[in-house]
């Protein structure tokens, strides 16, 4: 198995009126190895961080704080909850990855410059099987469920290991065969499932109050709701991996950046084909 994967931001350009800075994204996500893969899940996202800088550095307790609130602490920088700029998926669950194929994307965010975001982060996870181990349902595809009404009224909640009670989300989920028709008939089935939530906000929420940040989780269970997952060693002949990437600029970083790179041709003005 060799799934390149990673996430980078590339050199963004300032809008004409200076307002707002089109940040642009890259998700690598391609199959250079031997094996046919199947995809459970992926998940993209922008999130934008207010900060602020201090130079006496932050005390332990903020930084023990950030550490367990965003997985990283810088001394003299704190931050605050964050803001989602942008979210999507790369390439449709359930479809089938060859030797050679690739769902790598780009995309671009637009990041208002009056805001007071400080700092830019985009990360992405891909979920995957082997298909020389399984298989999806063919119904995995068609599966598409999601927790709100035609209003957008919320209407059931997901499994309390994946989200809070009046979280809304979507799942794709069904039938996983192993590659033995033999195990497959002697062997209760499992169900794989992905879930992609938009969690609501609360009291110490590490979101700003009036948004969100959505997340994805996927697993294998033994039931088709996705209550009684497996273990990790149950699941472990399924070959099902999951891989996270993440990285991230300063606001002041991309200014610099963008005062080096022309406007877009569509904000210049005039001719697009005048020379």
């Given at each position: ?134 298989k999806l349902g ?17 209407t059931w909640d ?89 990285t991230d600029r ?26």
């Open positions: 198995m060799k799934v390149p994967f990673g996430v980078s931001l590339g050199d963004p350009t300032m809008s004409a009126d200076g307002a707002v800075l089109h940040v642009p994204a890259h998700i690598e996500f391609r199959n250079t190895g031997s094996v046919r893969i199947f995809v459970v899940g992926t998940m993209w996202k922008v999130n934008g961080y207010p900060t602020k800088f201090r130079t006496e550095g932050n005390t332990m307790g903020d930084l023990k704080t950030q550490l367990w609130e965003y997985g990283g602490t810088l001394r003299h920088v704190t931050y605050s909850r964050s803001h989602m700029l942008g979210t999507g998926n790369v390439g449709f669950p359930g479809d089938a990855l060859d030797p050679g194929d690739d769902f790598s994307t780009d995309v671009t965010v637009d990041l208002p410059l009056r805001s007071d975001v400080g700092r830019v982060e985009v990360s992405a996870g891909i979920s995957y099987i082997r298909a020389d181990r399984c063919n119904s995995y595809k068609a599966s598409a469920e999601h927790s709100w009404d035609t209003e957008g009224k919320h997901a499994p309390k290991w994946v989200a809070q009670p009046g979280d809304d989300f979507y799942r794709y989920h069904s039938r996983i065969y192993r590659s033995s028709e033999l195990l497959n008939l002697t062997h209760a089935g499992d169900f794989a499932t992905a879930w992609w939530v938009l969690p609501q906000w609360w009291e110490g929420a590490p979101f700003a109050k009036g948004e969100t940040d959505p997340y994805m989780t996927v697993s294998i269970s033994r039931d088709p709701e996705g209550e009684q997952f497996l273990s990790d060693a149950e699941q472990e002949p399924y070959g099902m991996k999951t891989m996270w990437a993440a300063t606001i002041a970083q991309l200014l610099q950046a963008a005062k080096k790179a022309p406007a877009p041709a569509h904000e210049r003005g005039g001719n697009s084909q005048q020379k």
